[in-house]
Structures are given as structure tokens and as C-alpha cells.
């Protein structure tokens, strides 16, 4: 059973366009999240939410839209792609923080590749 | 903001080296000290953590010590083998909330 889990798994387009990567987990977590890994291996947040509500926007360009239909599901749109796009995105879920158990658990990543 | 600086690039020690991975941080609040590993292909995973000073997470062989004193966070190993191979991550994370800071990672490579 994958406890994280994202598609699409690879995603190659042209600059310009929009795309969308959907996210979704099966561990009953509050909590979900999106990285951004570089050619360098270097992981930086982007975005997370906790039961659905937006509480970390580090700062990313508007073009990177998160959304949150229910507390399992966390997609992330990117309109007008650009090159410097180009990289690995994961999402991650964990319990709520003050809990003890704030463990983040990471999906097997998207690789998008911006031509 | 807070930081983690870690051993940058590769390192390349062969099967039965003891290895050290330094990890050293900087933040204002009382933090999370994380190690993550990624295997290729993969997302990263927790290794080891340690949650207030003094404590030592432990896995597969690998220990490293909360340092307050010296805001330290080293991975340690007394013997690697092949299948320790991936990049390893030092991770923060600040007081009660829930942001990770990453180190910018470090590739181990062990040779036979």
C-alpha cells in the first residue's frame, strides 16, 4: 500500500504551458506539503497545508498554485512554465505539529522537465 | 532564518571506514535535529532523529548526537557498507511548528 503517492511520475513540456501534479495520501495525516528538489539535490518547501488550510507560502512566484480539496489530497498547478522549472517536486504528509509524531513521509517525486 | 550547513559533495570512504557527516545548525527557537536518506529514484525518508539535546538517534548502524552546546547534529558510522549508499539530508525543524529546514545534502559513495 503507497502511503504517498503522485502523478504523474514524469512530466515533459514546453515553456508556457500550464500542468498540474496531484497528490495523495493514505496515512490519515492533517498535514501535507510541497518540495521542490534542483539538479543540486538542494530541497526547499514550497507550500504546506494543514486540514486544508494554507499555513506555510515560502516564497514562491504566483504562477505556483496549490490546492487542497479534502485533508488526503494536495495537487500543485504551475501556470506559464518556465525552464527554470525544471525539477524534482515531492509531496510530503504529517501529523499535525504538538502531537509527537510530526514524522514527514515523502512521495516518490515528480519529474518535470521544462523544454 | 534557520540554516544547516552540512559536508558538502561526495564522500567516497570504501566498505569498513568509519564515517562522520558533519551537520551543524543555526535557528533562534529549540529545534527537531532530523537525518533523511535518499536512495535514487526515491523520495527522501527518515533516518534517525533526535528531538531535545543530548538524545542520539540510532539506525541501521548510524548514530548521531543532539549538541546544544556546539549546535551540532554529526552522522556517525563505525563501519559502512555498499548499501549505505545514497545522499543524506540534515533537517531542522523549529520549535512546535512544522517546516523542515534542509541541509543541502551530502552524497555517500561506498566503495568496495
Known amino acids: 500500500d503507497t502511503a504517498v503517492s503522485q502523478t504523474p511520475k514524469y512530466l515533459v513540456t514546453q515553456m508556457g504551458n500550464d500542468k498540474s501534479i496531484k497528490c495523495e495520501q493514505n496515512l490519515g495525516h492533517d498535514t501535507m506539503y510541497w518540495y521542490k528538489q534542483d539538479s543540486k539535490k538542494f530541497l526547499k518547501i514550497m507550500f504546506s497545508y494543514n486540514n486544508k488550510e494554507l499555513i506555510i507560502n515560502e516564497t514562491v512566484p504566483n504562477r505556483f498554485s496549490p490546492k487542497s480539496p479534502d485533508k488526503a489530497h494536495l495537487n500543485l498547478h504551475i501556470n506559464s512554465l518556465e525552464l527554470g522549472d525544471s525539477a524534482v517536486y515531492f509531496c510530503?504528509?504529517?501529523?499535525?505539529?504538538?502531537?509527537?509524531?510530526?514524522?514527514?513521509?515523502f512521495g516518490p517525486g515528480t519529474r518535470l522537465l521544462v523544454l | 532564518g534557520d540554516s544547516v550547513v552540512q559536508t558538502e559533495g561526495q564522500v567516497l570512504p570504501s566498505e569498513g571506514d568509519s564515517l562522520i557527516v558533519n551537520c551543524s545548525y543555526e535557528t533562534t527557537q529549540y529545534p527537531s535535529l532530523f537525518w533523511y536518506v535518499q536512495y535514487p529514484g526515491e523520495g527522501p525518508q527518515l533516518h534517525l532523529k533526535?528531538?531535545?539535546?543530548?538524545d542520539k538517534g540510532r539506525n541501521k548502524g548510524f548514530e548521531a548526537m543532539y549538541r546544544k552546546e556546539t549546535t551540532s547534529f554529526h552522522l556517525e558510522k563505525d563501519s559502512v557498507q555498499e548499501s549505505d549508499s545514497a545522499v543524506y539530508f540534515c533537517?531542522?525543524?523549529?520549535?512546535?511548528?512544522?517546516?523542515?529546514?534542509f541541509g543541502t545534502g551530502t552524497q555517500l559513495k561506498v566503495e568496495l
Open positions: 510530503a504528509s504529517s501529523q499535525a505539529p504538538g502531537q509527537g509524531k510530526e514524522t514527514q513521509y
Open positions: 533537517a531542522l525543524r523549529e520549535g512546535g511548528g512544522n517546516k523542515l529546514t
Open positions: 533526535a528531538m531535545k539535546a543530548n
